[in-house]
């Protein structure tokens, strides 16, 4: 494997950063998880304008225009001969001394990797999946605003060990008044009545990139779509239910906290959303060989 670092593709191995670096003593960075399909780095226009958001948001200016780290994105594909792959991009404060002072970093630190995808289980998909209601709290958006995708991930990993004690494959986090908001690394979407319902970004949840799609492809499908406060019981009650993020996609669910949701399969409006979705990669891919 080759990975980006800092404008060099070097040999795994040789991929080194600093330990004085913020983002390995402080989680001082950003980054974004993108899928390349056939070479082409889907949604990343979107990707990049949420890094740059991100970036924005912590003061950290980034160590290249937009277009330059779309063009290094796209060699570190290349450059380790990958079709369908798994990408990621992390930009961290950069080295210096010890203190929590920007301005002790004068550089950041750019790594970009890319490894072949693997793809889920098919029996996934066929079944759904299982999530669990967690006691660990989404942060307070006035702590950590949830616009921003930083590196910092402890209040999802702490979120993760208790979805994981529970035997689930997800965890449903709640916001600090007790309503859904998201899950670990995934955007929680249900259907009641032939509505389309998820947490909207007053929740205090991390605008998806995925979700986003989703809900333009349920638009577009017709489907009524709600987006807002909702209560877990709603979860609970629900007559389907699915998870995305940029490598499951749209992965169905079919039981909470052990209790079995709707019919206990996946239903028709998450399969027509999932089908919608991979018929959207194919109309980019089609497109771009145009």
């Known amino acids: 494997m080759l990975v980006y670092l800092n ?142 995708k930083g590196t910092n991930f402890l209040n999802n990993i702490l979120a993760k060990i208790e979805c994981i004690r529970a035997g689930a494959y997800e965890a449903v986090m709640l916001n600090w008044e007790g309503y859904v908001a998201e899950g670990t690394i995934s955007n929680i979407f249900f259907v009641k009545s032939g509505v389309l319902v998820t947490p909207g970004l007053q929740t205090g949840i991390l605008e998806g990139v995925t979700r986003g799609l989703v809900l333009d492809l349920a638009r577009a499908a017709k489907i009524e779509t709600r987006e807002g406060l909702i209560l877990p019981v709603e979860l609970f009650n629900a007559d389907e239910c699915f998870i995305t993020n940029t490598t499951m996609e749209v992965m169905p669910v079919t039981s909470i906290d052990d209790k079995s949701l709707g019919s206990g399969r996946p239903g028709p409006i998450t399969a027509a959303l999932r089908k919608a979705y991979k018929e959207e990669v194919k109309k980019c891919l089609k497109t771009r060989a145009g």
């Open 7 to 148: 404008g060099a593709l070097v040999p795994k191995d040789e991929a080194k950063v600093s330990v004085f670096d913020h983002g390995y003593l402080y989680g001082d960075g950003v980054y974004e998880t993108l899928r390349a399909y056939e070479g082409f780095l889907f949604l990343l226009d979107r990707h990049l304008a949420r890094l740059k958001h991100s970036a924005d948001s912590i003061s950290l200016k980034l160590p290249l225009p937009l277009d330059k780290i779309a063009d290094a994105l796209n060699q570190t594909v290349k450059a380790n001969d990958l079709g369908d792959a798994y990408v990621r991009i992390h930009i961290s404060r950069g080295p210096g001394e010890i203190g929590l002072d920007p301005a002790l970093c004068p550089q950041p630190t750019m790594v970009i990797t890319a490894k072949p995808f693997k793809d889920y289980p098919k029996e996934q998909f066929e079944r759904g999946v299982s999530l669990a209601v967690v006691k660990t709290r989404r942060n307070h958006p006035l702590a950590l605003d949830p616009s921003i």
